[in-house]
């Protein structure tokens, strides 16, 4: 208690010294901008300047400076923060899940299914298309903040802002929380992968990060452009190493559209092979393959290649239920899975079936 009113006396020793340094350089006609620009530069915050100017000419005028934070302007703190969290948010759980499916890609597991594998360009696509939107309107809304607190300091102790930003640490503190047990619970059962440690780092490293910087930012009283460089320029350099990555996973948009088509031609030849069996079973008496695949089409089998629109080739032996199902594919089949009947490689691939059985 003694040292808390020692300190009291201290500060207000303080202020009441720069209170009567103020009246004294006004006394002597030196210009607001010239004190305010001596004052910060002997360590005085622009806060506390900015109260003592207050005070200065309160005393000189007899009367009480009228607030200068309007509705309007708490509305409008209140857009561009609740938009750049919510940019903050959408950016930085996109660049968690992407480093999810890149880890997966990079430490394969005998787990993963053929459907998960085939979900990875179609996850990684939307989260790309998430860091390239969000992150960078992210920043403009950022350098919007900042030049504002610049032309108004009064606004870094808006309890719009104070409120939002101790929001964003209860949230990245439950993550880095979660996280840690999370790795810990793995550590204890024994299933500590090279995959898993590596997704722990990255959840860690993103949300201790977030972290670090909003609360610098809440516990300071004035603009620290240091600090806002280097979380910006850290998160863009982050970012940008995701999406690179991100491209060299899944290709090019024109390789995507490739891959896309093989897939449907894959899908049409699994039809079509149902539909013959289909047929061949169905038929009375003695079986026998159709002649053609015009004998089998319907409104859920299609037997034209998607581009080109020209027929798959169907050729079936003369005698018995084996046949041949061909078709020209622009990629290679990179799909992590065992021997499987549908693999195919770039150009023309055929598939030798049996009608009487299942590939």
Known sequence: VLCGARRGMAELSDSAKLL??????????????????????????ERRINETLATYYEDLLGTEIPGRTSRSENARDAFFYLLAFLTLGVWSVA??????????????????????SRAF????AGQLASLIVAFPLFGFLSRSIVRETER?????????????????????????????????????V??????????????????GGIFW?????????????????????????????????????????????????DE???????????????????????HALPRGLGAITSNTTSTVDPATKLPYEYLPSISGPAYTLCAVFETLDRTPRGPSTWQHETGRTCFALNANHEP
Do not use: M
């Open 121 to 124: 360009r179609y996850d990684v």
């Open 190 to 207: 024994g299933d500590l992968t090279t995959r898993f440690a590596v997704k722990a780092l990255v959840l860690f490293i993103v949300a």
């Open 264 to 286: 449907q031609r894959t899908s049409d030849l699994r039809s079509i092979q149902a539909a013959i069996r289909a047929s061949y079973r169905d038929s009375t008496g003695k």
């Open 20 to 45: 009567a340094f103020v009246r004294l350089a006004k006394a002597r006609n030196v210009d607001d901008a010239s004190l305010t620009a001596l004052l910060r530069q002997s360590g005085c915050s």
């Open 213 to 261: 910087y909003y609360l610098g930012a809440v516990r300071s009283d004035a603009q620290t452009p240091h600090r806002d460089r280097v979380f910006f320029c850290s998160a863009l350099g982050v970012v940008a190493v995701a999406v690179v990555l991100g491209f060299t996973g899944i290709g090019s948009p024109s390789y995507q559209r490739s891959v896309a088509l």
């Open 95 to 116: 660049l968690i899940w992407l480093a999810d499916q890149l880890v997966d890609r990079a430490f394969p597991s005998a787990l993963d299914s053929v459907y998960a």
């Open 152 to 188: 108004r300091p009064e606004a870094l102790e808006s309890g719009v802002r104070k409120w939002l930003t101790y929001l964003a640490l209860v949230v990245t503190a439950g993550a880095l929380v979660g996280d840690a047990v999370w790795f810990l619970e793995q550590f204890l």
